[in-house]
């Protein structure tokens, strides 16, 4: 199949975008033939972000020319986007939670008779019509937030074709789905193109790429790099093209030596905050040298469970005991000096007080301790030696310890919370999603300190939803879906294909 | 943001102290700079002469000892009030309370002052002083327990808290601790109950300015103050840290209300000798203009609350020279507030750059949910 | 919890009656008709009174859930409150006219309203300040401005609806009132209608929850909040109106006494509905009306500061959440970015 006898529907020529101290696109071209698939790669921070916001409308770009159809268009706003036939899902939902499908469909777009009287009639019927044509299955009167991701994010798509969208710009849309889901999507994608949508995809997926993409786009450090056909790429070609240098996509690490049990969690119920079962009955033990992987798609009360081990959740039955310790009632406190660990999964939320100076960020699980206090009084000396050794040890980039952890970047944040959580004795690992969002080396370096603590004799225990990182980590891998442990697998009988399955509630 | 003070003290040689010094000093200086000007032309519309009013201010709260002394006198309460913001402010709690707790604060001092016999002055003075500091405290602490345990949100609990506290001191003052004779009114404290004053200079002041001391050391010296000021900038963190959250809140409130219930303890023990309804009205207020104009900072307290008392002191000397209502200092006084919150209307004026983001946030809803 | 959510979703106010109003509302009436059987007179007047109480609350809570459903959290409705009524006296003793005057203090809510929304969406401050700032000012300002001994030329009179002004009990209580009274109650109504069935509506509940999302349908977020944090400034305008125009006939020195703070947990509790509020407008009225009546009957022996008290340990209550938590609007207090 050859693109060159096919209408242009989208072109990027040249595009530029400078964030003061920061080039975010350089000179980017990019082409949407109709009815294609258009992968766009590339890795956290390369950009994939800011040109998709400059093609909607929400930047404008410092240089460079957008035609839509054959014209050159200005895009001031979203508004100008959608009149020109632009849809955005992004990877954030822009939903409104407690509204209905329908109101959120129509939201800036609303059919009104009299006197801005909105006709919700109407806007039913249609949003029907659309899931129905396209094979949605959506229920215009359902509230979103009572919906699961992979059905909100059909919404994202019908709001867009409600609008008359035939370019439509799907932002990780997979980022949040189980790989049965993403098939599913995939399919839905397909559907779409026939019917004469064009589709840009972003991901950093490299499988999902070659899955459904006909064309490939590589966007690294702000620059187009490349593009290729899926039939001509391999996934080390591309994973080559988006970092640059031969990416080691396996981690490194030898067989694993478990010793005795450190955690052990037994019938474990947690509630979430609007009180709903979301931890139902879980149990198993992480034993000293090895990583206990937790896979399944979020919200499947993963975040409850950390919470709830790490004392700032109770447990409504059952119980866990840490290194020989009933815990189940402990606090955050009497947990940490039980000699763990915790890699919260909201780092600028959890996991730092982003106004305080970095050093101050570096002791905030031992300034109680001596030496940084004396029980009353602070000593500021200690705590900059602390912060000085920190940064250096682990590689955490910053002019100072003084300057605010907020200046730092995503991965040396993540790398300041490693090195902190590391700097004590520690016998037990939570880590919640610790390579979120962060760049391949930070992402390297995090996951060779995991490894170096399990070959210390550390229990870690692993919850992510990222499967390639579960994958290449654990020693053993529980799923998680619906708030219960769907199996426990060891490393060697894991392949995706069943813990996909186990992650979308299937047996297999 | 508006208010964050550097969480993190100026450091280096004399130099870079300087430049830190201006950073964090300049948008004050301008505020009032500010202020001072539109409240001269609020002047000229009402018909008066600016020059003329400003100079009579200033004659009236610096020109000799017994102005100095008055100026003081009016900047002791007004430091403390403002202590009380600023410190709950650094633990992430916006006390509009203080007025209340100072009430509290000042009918307990002045119930202590004149209803302990024979005590020598050595310990009947401290203990009507702390009485009414406690009182505050425990007054301020309903607040803070209600933020912790149900979530309300203290600006609206300490308002309301304020008018409840002018019910029952106007009750008290009334009823129970009545002075004989027909004005309501507690009878006055005794000589030994009695802050002294050396000469016009009223030994409160120099109470009030070691307690400013005192507070600063705790916020950045102490594990305590660490605890706070970490609630005040990310309880999420600070939880996860193993803070508890509810406790320092609850602390925090009792503190701030200490440092306001001592205002009215001082107020009544060492100028007015007794307590009467009405007593101190605004203060309350003043105390966030002072909080806000020294940035948070303990120690700029001090020198905030010296300006706005030296408003206070000459603003009589004002309305007999200048014939200017004295209650145009209230007008430039919410300009300031104004100003210094706004500080980005001043930042674009100097034009200097921002601090970096973070900061304590006030508004999170009402904490229902 | 998840009742209360429901009721934030659903717009219908038969649903919210069913919900929470049903029972009290039963208990209300058959109240009043046993009092009016057996004290027709006290009844009347304290059932009048508490109407006439709850009116600067509606207004006042209305304002403040116009705002919060917008995204902006408004703590200077006292202030707006006390300029207006200040500036619609003032406008009174100077013109004459009582029309001209509530238009002034209507405009003046509505000019406060709008320094509110450049300190919170264009300066970005945080809005509990910026509204702290307002109230500040306001005091000022009155304060400076005001001179004894001046009165207004007449206040507001109570309107006669026809014959339905003749009916017992619901004829002086409902239908023989001045005219912010009734505009109070119709605006009820009028909100309600515009939150839950127009565009404006929608749109305004979407910036209030999720800014981002009805920014990328190109709804101009901060634009919205400026219109519609000025139209809630000059319904606390009105509030301020009602006080001197309407309710005293001359400006005191910080007479709203607290109401601006008092109408924020009114609509807290009122759970952010137009009908919620006006009932809990209703309950806080009477509570003040029954203070009141208590302080002047004699027949309870309690010091009056006591009762004097009860409004505002009552909003304590309320926030505190002793009697049913509410959801409020997901995004208010944050001034949005846009990235």
């Known amino acids: 199949m050859s693109n060159t006898d096919k209408q242009v529907v989208l072109e990027a020529k040249g595009i530029s975008k400078h964030f003061p101290g920061v080039i975010a696109n350089n000179n980017v071209d990019l082409a949407l033939h109709k009815g294609e698939i258009l992968a766009l790669l590339g890795e956290n921070g390369a950009g994939k972000s800011t040109l998709m916001n400059i093609l909607y409308g929400l930047y404008h770009p410092t240089e460079g020319e957008i035609w839509i159809k054959g014209q050159h268009v200005q895009l001031q706003s979203p508004r100008d986007a959608i009149a020109h036939g632009i849809g955005m899902v992004h990877q954030h939902f822009q939903l409104v939670p407690v509204m ?117 786009a590589v966007l690294r450090r702000g620059e187009m790099v490349g593009s290729t056909l899926p039939s001509e790429a391999t996934e080390a070609s591309l994973a080559e093209m988006m970092v640059g240098r031969n990416v080691i996509l396996q981690v490194d ?68 005991i840490i290194d020989g310790h009933d815990a189940t009632r402990y606090t955050p406190r009497q947990i940490t000096d039980l000699d ?18 970095i050093e101050d960020n570096t002791i905030l699980n031992q300034y109680y301790e001596t030496p940084y206090s004396s029980g009353v009084i602070v000593n500021r000396k200690a705590i ?95 799923v998680m879906f619906g708030g219960r442990i769907m199996a426990t697998l060891p490393i060697a009988e894991a392949t995706r294909e069943k813990l996909g399955l186990l992650m979308a509630g299937s047996h297999g | 943001m508006a208010m964050q003070a550097t969480e993190q003290e100026v450091r280096g040689t004399f130099g870079e102290r300087l430049a830190g010094f201006w950073r964090a000093a300049s948008v004050p200086l301008m505020a009032i700079l500010l202020a001072a000007l539109i409240g001269a032309i609020i002047l000229i519309i009402s018909g008066a ?102 979530g309300a949100h203290e600006v609206i609990t ?212 | 919890m998840t009742s209360n959510v429901a009721l934030i979703k659903n717009s219908s106010w038969l649903d919210f009656l069913r919900k929470t109003g049903v029972w009290i509302s039963i208990l209300v009436v058959i109240g009043a008709i046993y009092g009016y059987l057996t004290e027709p007179q006290i009844t009347t007047s304290m059932l009048a009174s508490t109407l006439r109480q709850s009116t600067p609350l509606v207004l006042g809570a209305l304002c403040g859930l116009l705002g919060e459903r917008s995204g902006v959290i408004n703590i200077g409705i006292e202030g707006q409150m006390l300029l207006s009524a200040f500036t619609g006296f003032l406008a009174n003793v100077y013109t004459g006219n009582l029309l001209v005057a509530v238009m002034v203090g209507v405009l003046t809510g509505a000019l406060l309203g709008g320094l509110l929304a450049f300190m919170s969406v264009t300066l970005k401050m945080d809005q509990i300040i910026g509204g702290t700032v307002i109230n500040i000012l306001a005091l000022g300002l009155t304060g400076f401005f005001y001179q004894t001994g001046l009165t207004t030329q007449g206040k507001l009179q109570p309107i006669e609806l026809g014959p339905l002004a003749s009916l017992p009990l619901v004829g002086p209580v409902l239908f023989e009132n001045p005219p912010i009274t009734y505009l109070a109650i119709i605006l009820v109504f009028v909100m309600h209608y515009m939150l839950f069935y127009t565009r404006w509506g929608l749109r305004t509940r979407a910036i209030g929850e999720h800014p981002r999302a009805a920014d990328t349908v190109g709804i101009n977020v901060n634009r919205m909040r400026y219109i519609n944090v000025i139209i809630a400034g000059g319904i ?78 009552l909003t304590i209550v309320v926030l505190a959440g002793f009697v049913g938590r509410t959801r409020p609007p997901a995004s208010e207090g944050k001034p949005y970015e846009t990235e």
């Open chain 2, 158 to 369: 300490t308002i309301m808290l304020n008018f409840v506290a002018i019910n029952i001191t106007d009750f008290l003052s009334n009823g129970p601790w009545k002075d004989t004779g027909i004005v309501a009114r507690t009878p006055a404290i005794l000589e030994t109950a009695a802050i002294p004053k050396w000469d016009s200079i009223p030994l409160g002041f120099f109470i009030a300015a070691a307690v400013a001391i005192i507070i600063w050391y705790l916020l950045f010296r102490t594990t305590l103050g660490f605890e706070i000021r970490t609630v005040g900038l990310n309880p999420n963190a600070a939880k996860y840290a193993g803070i508890r959250v509810a406790r320092i809140t609850i602390l925090t409130m009792a503190i701030s209300g200490l440092l306001a219930g001592m205002g009215g303890s001082i107020e009544t023990l060492g100028v007015v000798g007794r307590f009467q309804p009405g007593f101190n009205i605004g203060l309350g207020f003043d105390g966030i203009t002072i909080a806000l104009l020294a940035r948070t900072h303990p120690l700029g307290v001090i020198p905030a609350a010296i300006l706005l008392g030296a408003m206070q002191a000459g603003s009589s000397q004002m309305q007999f020279d200048a014939k200017v209502s004295f209650e145009i200092i209230d007008v430039i006084q919410a300009l300031i507030l104004f100003f210094v919150s706004a500080e980005m209307i001043v930042r674009w004026i100097l034009r200097i750059r921002g601090e970096g983001d973070g900061g304590v946030r006030l508004s999170s809803g009402w904490g229902q949910g």
């Open chain 3, 236 to 313: 606390a305008g009105l509030a301020g109106a009602f006080l001197t125009l309407e309710a005293v006939g001359s400006f005191e020195r910080a007479m709203t006494n607290g109401r601006g703070f008092v109408a924020l947990a009114v609509m807290i509790f009122g759970k952010y509905m137009p009908f919620g509020v006006w009932g809990s407008a209703l309950l806080f009225g009477f509570a003040t009306a029954l203070q009141t009546q208590l302080q002047f009957s004699g027949t309870i022996q309690i010091p009056h500061q006591f009762i004097g008290m009860l409004p505002y340990l």
């Open chain 1, 100 to 216: 209905t499908v329908a109101e959120n469909v129509i939201l800036g777009a609303e059919v009104t008779t009299f006197a801005g009287r909105i006709d919700m009639r109407q806007a039913v019927r249609e949003v029907s019509e659309l899931s129905h044509k396209y094979g949605l299955a959506v229920d215009p009167n359902a509230v979103i937030e009572d919906l699961p991701v992979g059905i909100q994010q059909r919404v994202e798509i019908i709001k867009a074709l409600y609008r008359k969208a035939d370019i439509l710009i799907l932002d990780e849309p997979t980022a949040v789905l189980t790989p049965q889901e993403a098939n599913e999507l995939f399919q839905i994608m397909r559907e779409l193109t026939k019917q004469g949508v064009s589709i840009i995809f972003i991901t950093h997926k490299l499988k999902e790429v070659l899955a459904v993409a006909d064309q490939i």
């Open chain 1, 340 to 357: 763990v660990a915790h890699i919260p999964e909201d780092r600028e939320k959890h996991g730092l007080v982003m106004a305080y100076p």
């Open chain 1, 253 to 320: 690490k030898s067989e694993a030596h478990p010793g005795a049990a450190i955690l052990q969690v037994e019938d474990a119920h947690v509630l979430d905050d609007r009180k709903t079962s979301v931890v139902k009955g879980v149990s198993f033990e992480v034993r000293a040298g090895e990583v206990l992987g937790v896979a399944g798609v979020q919200g499947n009360g993963q975040r409850e469970l950390v919470e709830a081990l790490t004392g700032l959740r109770p447990l409504t039955q059952g119980r866990f």
């Open chain 1, 384 to 478: 900059e030696n602390h912060a000085l050794k920190l940064v250096e040890e682990f590689d955490v980039r910053t002019p100072s310890v003084t300057v605010a952890a907020s200046t730092l970047s995503g991965g040396n944040k993540q790398k300041l919370i490693v090195a902190r959580e590391f700097s004590k004795p520690v016998k037990l690992l939570i880590a919640a999603q610790p390579t979120r969002g962060i760049d391949v080396g930070s992402i390297e370096f995090i996951h060779q300190q995991i490894i170096k603590q399990r070959d210390r004799g550390v229990a870690v225990l692993l919850v992510s939803a990222e499967l390639d990182e579960i994958m290449s980590l654990s020693d053993r891998i529980v």
């Open chain 2, 49 to 150: 002469n600016p020059i003329d009013a400003y100079a009579a201010l200033f004659r009236g709260s610096f020109s000799n000892a017994r102005a100095i002394g008055r100026t003081l006198e009016k900047a002791t309460p007004l430091i403390l009030a403002g202590l009380a913001v600023a410190f709950a402010f650094k633990g992430g709690l916006f006390n509009i309370g203080g007025q209340g707790q100072l009430l509290i604060g000042a009918i307990v001092a002045a119930a202590l002052g004149f209803g302990l016999n024979g005590l020598p002055f050595i310990i009947h003075m401290p203990i009507a002083l702390l009485g009414g500091a406690l009182a505050g405290a425990f007054y301020a602490s309903i607040a803070g327990a209600l933020k912790a345990f149900t």
